[in-house]
């Protein structure tokens, strides 16, 4: 299984992103896939996720408003549209896949996911 994220770089804050994260050696339709981030000497924290059919979709307080997750089952592909960025948004952003039945609650847990990604930088500077 391979998750492969991109789409990081350096932004002006007010600006926008997207990244993108492949999956293949999955069936992705099977999967929760969640977008996590960690700051330079701060812990990974929950960013997004979206679920199997694209029905549900969940956010942490700090990017609601500013951030839309989305996912093409075709191309086994899920995204995150970042507008609006913070200086505090800086960080390295991981995508993570999940098989299990999640809650919404479990679904913003590190440990309930399988897979996840090398990790994009994304830099806002002010």
């Known amino acids: 299984v391979q998750l492969q994220a991109c789409g990081g770089g350096l932004v002006q804050a007010g600006g926008s992103l997207r990244l993108s994260c492949a999956a293949s050696?999955?069936?992705?339709?099977?999967?929760?896939m969640g977008w996590f981030r960690q700051a330079p000497g701060k812990e990974r924290e929950f960013v997004s996720a979206?679920?199997?059919?694209?029905?549900?979709?969940y956010y942490a307080d700090s990017v609601k408003g500013r951030f839309t997750i989305s996912r093409d089952n075709a191309k086994n592909t899920v995204y995150l549209q970042m507008s609006s960025l913070k200086p505090e948004d800086t960080a390295v952003y991981y995508c993570?896949?999940?098989?299990?039945?999640?809650?919404?609650?479990?679904?913003?847990?590190?440990?309930?996911?399988?897979?996840w990604g090398q990790g994009t930088q994304v830099t806002v500077s002010s």
């Open positions: 050696g999955l069936t992705f339709s099977r999967y929760v």
């Open positions: 993570a896949a999940s098989v299990n039945p999640t809650t919404a609650q479990r679904m913003r847990v590190m440990r309930e996911y399988d897979y």
């Open positions: 979206i679920s199997r059919s694209s029905g549900s979709t």
